[in-house]
């Protein structure tokens, strides 16, 4: 049985339609952050591993390495920072000045123990790269069968 709000039970059946066509566009814009409709920034990674190392990539266009925080804590990483862009056009005629200030937070599982004494980042060109060299005991090692 599904529950009708209160305010949503004694409305004409235009009022009911637009509601259910906020939900339809809800549902399907919903995950999708956009600063016009007043989400927060949330950068996208991707996630890598070979044999010794997870390598994590983030795009966060406009800014810079001191607006960026990482720490790893047992199996999690966290990048967190400030994102502030500015944008000024003078012309003949207008002048437009556009400001975005925001902080940002992303928390990531790490599949592995890693070496937290040997991470590494570097951030260029809007994209931040960090190395985490995978722990000692978390690396694969191959044992060789011997033979009769």
Not at 106 to 134: F, H, M, N, Q, Y
């Amino acid at each position: 049985m599904a529950l009708i709000p209160w305010e949503k039970r004694h409305r004409g059946e235009l009022a009911r339609l637009h509601d259910e066509m906020d939900d339809l566009f809800r549902g399907f814009f919903g995950g999708w952050e956009t600063p016009l409709a007043g989400h927060r920034f949330c950068p996208a990674v991707d996630v890598t591993e070979n044999e010794n190392d997870i390598v994590v990539k983030a795009e966060l266009p406009g800014c810079k390495a001191d607006d960026i925080d990482i720490s790893v804590h047992g199996n999690t990483l966290t990048i967190s920072g400030q994102k502030k862009a500015e944008q000024e056009k003078k012309e003949k005629g207008y002048y437009h000045l556009e400001r975005s200030y925001g902080s940002f937070r992303r928390d990531l599982s790490l599949p592995t123990d890693v070496d937290t004494t040997k991470v590494d980042a570097a951030c260029k060109e809007g994209v931040l790269t960090i190395t985490l060299p995978k722990a000692e005991r978390a690396k694969t090692v191959k044992v060789k069968v011997k033979g009769q």
